[in-house]
């Protein structure tokens, strides 16, 4: 078993003593249990990221373009354009 030291503010350590004392409880066991829980929660995260990142498919613009069946810069010169037309009928 390895030792692991940390920093924590006064006012956590404070209440981890109290709740230790008060519940006569081994206050090593609570923080083990604590970083155990918190670590099987961001190993979920990660193992979650790691299935999104592998099922995110890569295709350059213009292919994507070409599947939604407009040329590259034929929804960029719309956009622009509309929001031209507004502010014009602004002045």
Known sequence: MSILTFRLENDIKNRLD????????????????????KLE???EL????????????????????KELGLESGELRAGASG????DLQADR
Not at 32 to 37: D, G, K, L, S
Not at 50 to 60: G, H, M, T, W
Not at 82 to 85: H, L
């Open 82 to 85: 509309a929001a031209n037309a």
């Open 46 to 65: 990660a193992a979650l990221l790691d299935r999104v990142q592998a099922n995110r498919s890569k295709k350059p613009i213009a292919e994507l373009w």
């Open 18 to 37: 109290a709740v230790v004392d008060k519940l006569g409880l081994n206050q090593s066991k609570i923080v083990r249990e604590a970083v155990v829980a």
């Open 41 to 43: 929660e961001l190993e």
